[in-house]
């Protein structure tokens, strides 16, 4: 069975302090390892995209990086508008076509 | 294109009413999967379609669950017999398989439709 972790829970960063939030994964057979952004009451809005180990994509503040076990989404500079509950999910080659989530980190900027 | 909609956003029901959501997804694509999330928890897969085939239902989908997509379009999710414990906000999402299914294919959200049983 497919399962990720998302650590830590909650973080809260000063305006331009820049962190990491983790992903950790199993998968049975890696498809892709997907980022999303959700704002209360919302929708995921998807962000990354990753397919193999060693993969890294970058998107204004945010950069997502790949190994065998695990994702970070770093995060640079961040902004008050970046605050958001960042998830991470997986997809499979063995069982449901559909993706696998974690629980989601919690990020609040504070100006 | 205008994205992945769902109708109603929000619905409050009485325990035992039957329900039901309309999900429109993003034109031309192929994939349209229902979710589940409830408060501090991530989506939770339901069920997918590939056109008008329902390919896979998950275990979390019980026989109160019924979804359908005629002609491989829209699809509308029902829960018959709300229970409390159905309160949640459901999700709809689309992609589109091109192809052999051998990447990850990027699935696109909807807003997600509320649900609360009283």
């Known amino acids: 069975e497919d399962q990720v972790t998302q650590s830590p829970e909650a973080l809260r960063l000063q305006e331009g302090e820049s962190s990491s939030l983790n992903c950790s994964y199993t998968?049975?057979?890696?498809?892709?390892l997907f980022w999303y952004r959700q704002d209360p009451g919302k929708g995921p809005e998807f962000l990354f995209t990753?397919?193999?180990a060693g993969e890294e994509k970058e998107k204004e503040r945010l950069k997502a990086t790949l190994t065998k076990k695990e994702s970070f989404l770093h995060i640079t500079a961040p902004k008050p508008e970046d605050s958001a509950t960042y998830l991470c999910a997986v997809q499979g080659r063995g069982g449901a076509d559909g993706l696998t989530f974690g629980k989601g980190t919690h990020l609040i900027i504070q100006p | 294109d205008t994205g992945v909609s769902q109708d109603p956003r929000h619905k409050i029901t009485k325990r035992g009413q039957n329900v039901t959501f309309r999900c429109d997804p993003i034109s031309e694509h192929n994939r349209l999967y229902w979710y589940r999330q409830t408060l501090g928890q991530g989506p939770e897969f339901l069920t997918y379609?590939?056109?008008?085939?329902?390919?896979?239902k998950s275990r979390l989908l019980s026989d109160r669950f019924s979804a359908e997509r005629p002609k491989g379009s829209f699809s509308t999710l029902e829960i018959q017999r709300t229970e409390q414990g159905d309160s949640a906000m459901y999700l709809c999402?689309?992609?589109?398989?091109?192809?052999?299914?051998?990447?990850?294919?990027?699935?696109?959200f909807g807003e997600g439709s509320w649900l609360t049983v009283v």
């Open positions: 379609f590939q056109n008008e085939a329902q390919l896979e």
């Open positions: 998968v049975s057979g890696l498809r892709g």
């Open positions: 999402a689309s992609s589109l398989l091109q192809g052999q299914d051998i990447f990850g294919n990027t699935i696109y």
């Open positions: 990753l397919y193999s």
